[in-house]
């Protein structure tokens, strides 16, 4: 097998096309943080007229746009892996050089697993190519790159180990048909609902455990109000059963999107408050140091008029998550799917009739 794999990375080196998105993961990071360093910089006069100065950031939104501009490979890179991944071993099947390597005495083992990794070192290339010239980009556009003392780089890695598990399923996928049309257009197709669907599973990425303390901090909050009498009982019943921990964690369908969420990488974006496909965040504009719902909890009883005790809801069960737990996690999951999809996918290629 690893003879194999030493050749499909010499044919991969060889490859026009994977020269050209390795081009394009070079340029692109460092036109969008030039882009940015524009948007800041631009002054706008009362007569209209244009003019660009000395960037007026502060060193959170410094360090906000550095995420934004390293992470955005995640969104990047699928649309280019499912591409590459599907055209270039669909070629193999369609050509029968796959075939050929079976008559040359290769294991459907060894075909299946050289490619499978091949295509995964190149997905942690471009990565890692992104990574460094988005870094070059902020640097001499004078963003940073401010680096959090190294701590982004356990993130970015755990993205990568996201990635990866979509690098397994294209290979699969590519594997399981002879045709290489049909891979193309399934793994384009799953690029693009894969999007929505990450975006509908973070809405519902709340813990029960976070949900169970707000509803408590939010009828005790309105039991002090009761007692103080400016609240009638009346009044404190109806707000106590506006606020359950289930509508605080979106209702019904989080019963449904939750397990999801809790199963696979689909809240990776929201949880990493990345940005999607057209450049845009689920959260808001700056560097979260851990996923905690203690603000939302709080701004949330005020629009209702409760005051909820910030330093006590803080302290509840499921309240925040540490980044360095939820790498853990992810990584952890990534493990598992990847070992899913590269089975699933051996298995079928198995199956299938080379000759």
């Known amino acids: ?128 190519v992104y990574i460094c010239f988005g870094m070059l980009g902020l640097k001499i556009n004078g963003f940073g790159p401010m680096l959090n003392g190294g701590e982004i780089f356990a993130r970015l890695a755990t993205a990568i180990a996201v990635l990866l598990v979509l690098s397994a399923l294209f290979t699969s996928i590519a594997f399981a048909f002879r045709n290489r049309a049909i891979p193309v257009v399934l793994a384009i197709l799953f690029t693009m609902v894969i999007s929505g669907v990450s975006m509908a599973t973070g809405m519902y990425s709340m813990p029960k455990a976070a949900s169970d303390s707000y509803e408590k901090c939010f009828a005790e909050a309105v039991e002090f109000r009761v007692e103080q009498g400016t609240l009638t009982k009346e009044d404190a019943l109806k707000l106590k059963k506006e606020n359950t921990a289930e509508a605080a964690r979106g209702g019904k369908a989080w019963y449904v999107f939750h397990p999801v969420y809790q199963a696979t990488n689909a809240g990776f974006q929201s949880d990493y408050n990345m940005p999607n496909g057209l450049g845009l965040t689920s959260g808001e504009m700056i560097y979260k140091e851990k996923i905690d719902y203690t603000d939302s909890f709080v701004m949330s009883g005020l629009m209702q008029e409760v005051l909820i005790d910030k ?33 699933v996918g051996f298995i079928l290629f198995k199956r299938r009739d080379l000759f």
């Open 1 to 128: 097998m690893f003879n194999l794999l030493r050749f499909e990375i010499r044919r991969i080196r060889s490859n026009l096309f994977f020269w050209i998105l390795t081009l394009y993961c070079m340029v692109w990071p460092v036109f969008i943080a030039t882009f940015y360093r524009l948007v800041f910089s631009l002054n706008v006069t009362e007569d209209g007229r244009f003019s660009f100065g000395k960037l007026n950031m502060t060193g959170g939104e410094k360090q906000y746009i550095c995420w934004l501009i390293l992470s955005a490979f995640f969104a990047e890179m699928p649309k280019f892996m499912a591409l590459f991944t599907c055209l270039y071993i669909g070629k193999d099947q369609s050509d029968g050089f796959v075939r050929n390597k079976r008559i040359a005495g290769h294991s459907r083992l060894s075909v299946f697993m050289s490619n499978n990794i091949a295509q995964s070192l190149v997905t942690v290339f471009w990565c890692v």
């Open 311 to 343: 330093d006590k809801v803080a302290k509840m069960d499921g309240v925040s998550t540490s980044y360095a737990t939820k790498n853990l996690e992810y990584v952890l999951k990534s493990v598992i799917w990847y070992a899913v999809f590269t089975g």
